[in-house]
């Protein structure tokens, strides 16, 4: 699921990739960078020269944007859910209406 160049191009500290990777959304941009880590791991890259292991360089974590995508997405999870539940209502009654108008035609 994860491009194996842009993980590779962002463990080797490229700019390029770290742009890319920083306008994805805040659960990919986990993963890419969690795959970076993995892949610095296993290929044995001296991690001293690279910018995101340098202070106050990394690319961090917005709490801010966390939270509000964790909003957004609570937010359109009851919007469905009240949408659903009207439908399933509307549908009962629906159902209600056929069964009294059945008993009318007896």
């Known amino acids: 699921m ?3 160049e842009l993980v590779k191009r962002l463990a080797m500290d490229d700019e390029k990739a770290k742009t890319i990777v920083n306008k994805l959304p805040i659960s990919e ?3 890419y960078s969690l795959a970076s880590v993995d892949y610095i791991e296993k290929n044995g890259i001296e991690t001293g020269s690279l910018s995101a292991y340098k202070k106050d360089k990394g690319i961090g974590v917005d709490m801010d944007g966390i939270g ?3 909003a957004k997405r609570l937010e359109e999870d009851s919007t469905k859910a ?3 539940e009207k439908q399933r209502q509307e549908y009962v009654e629906k ?3 056929q069964q009294i108008n ?3 035609t007896y």
């Open 95 to 97: 159902l209600r209406q």
């Open 68 to 70: 509000e995508s964790m």
């Open 102 to 104: 059945q008993h009318k």
């Open 2 to 4: 994860l491009n194996e």
């Open 82 to 84: 009240r949408i659903k």
């Open 29 to 31: 941009r986990i993963s």
